[in-house]
C-alpha cells in the first residue's frame, strides 16, 4: 500500500508570510492532487500534477511535482487569513486501481490577520 | 462543471435508526464514487468505491453490512447506516469521477450525529 507522508499537520502563521507544505511518497504516483477544505464542507480541488518536475501555480500557490512523482509541494506566498484551512495532497497510486486516491494526514493552515 | 451533491447536509438520529445518504452528479455522469469518513482536523478515510451496476468494494475494517451502498445509475451513490451507533457519528463525504479519472469531485459532506 503506497503512503504520502504530509508535513507539517498544524501551522499558524502571520498574514504576510511565506509557507511550504510537503507530501512525501517511497512510492511513485501517476499523479497528485491539492484540496483545500473548509469545515463543514468537501474539499475543493486546487491542481492536478502529472508529469515529473511539473510547476503550477495559481495566483499566490505554487504546486511543484517532484521529477521522480514520489514528492509534491505547495507553496504559499503572502499568505492571507483567506487561505486558512486544511490542505490536503491525494496521489493516484501508479495503476490506477480504478480512481482510487491516496490522501496525506493534512495541513490545518490558519493564517492570522 | 463537475458538481456533486449530498443530502441530507446534515442529519440527526436515535441510536438503533438506520440514516440513508444520498450523492448526485449534477451535471456529469460518474462511473464511479467514493464514499470517505472524516473526524475532526483529520483526513479523509475512505470506506468504499461504489461502481454503477456493481457491488460496492469496501476498504478494510469497514462493515459492509453496516454501511450499505448503492450505485443504481450514473449520477446516484446511496450510504445508508444501519443500525446507527453513536460512534458512527461523522462527517461522511463522497466524491466522483469525470472522464479524468484520477480527479475527485467532491460533495459537501453530510454531518450524521447518533444521540
Known amino acids: 500500500t503506497q503512503l504520502l507522508e504530509q508535513s507539517p499537520q498544524f501551522l499558524s502563521i502571520q498574514e504576510g508570510e511565506n509557507l511550504t507544505v510537503y507530501c512525501n511518497s517511497s512510492?511513485?504516483?501517476?499523479?497528485l492532487q491539492w484540496y483545500r477544505q473548509e469545515p463543514g464542507e468537501g474539499p475543493v480541488l486546487l491542481v492536478t500534477?502529472?508529469?515529473?518536475?511539473e510547476v503550477k501555480k495559481l495566483k499566490r500557490l505554487t504546486f511543484q511535482f517532484g521529477d521522480a512523482r514520489k514528492d509534491s509541494s505547495l507553496h504559499i506566498t503572502a499568505a492571507q487569513p483567506g487561505d486558512t484551512g486544511l490542505y490536503l495532497c491525494?496521489?493516484?497510486?501508479?495503476?490506477?486501481?480504478?480512481?482510487?486516491?491516496?490522501f496525506g494526514q493534512g495541513t490545518e493552515l490558519s493564517v492570522k490577520p | 462543471g463537475a458538481v456533486v451533491s449530498q443530502h441530507p447536509s446534515w442529519v440527526i438520529c436515535k441510536s438503533g435508526t438506520s440514516v440513508k445518504i444520498e450523492c448526485r452528479s449534477l451535471d456529469f455522469q460518474a462511473t464511479t464514487m467514493f464514499w470517505y469518513r472524516q473526524f475532526p482536523k483529520q483526513s479523509l478515510m475512505l470506506m468504499a468505491t461504489s461502481n454503477e451496476g456493481s457491488k460496492a468494494t469496501y476498504e478494510q475494517g469497514v462493515e459492509k453490512d453496516k454501511f450499505l451502498i448503492n450505485h443504481a445509475s450514473l449520477t446516484l451513490s446511496t450510504l445508508t447506516v444501519t443500525s446507527a451507533h453513536p460512534e458512527d457519528s461523522s462527517f461522511y463525504i463522497c466524491?466522483?469521477?469525470?472522464?479524468?479519472?484520477?480527479?475527485?469531485?467532491f460533495g459537501p459532506g453530510t454531518r450524521l450525529t447518533v444521540t
Open positions: 500534477v502529472v508529469t515529473g518536475g
Open positions: 466524491s466522483a469521477i469525470t472522464g479524468r479519472t484520477y480527479e475527485q469531485y
Open positions: 512510492s511513485v504516483f501517476s499523479s
Open positions: 491525494a496521489g493516484a497510486e501508479r495503476d490506477n486501481q480504478g480512481g482510487k486516491l491516496i
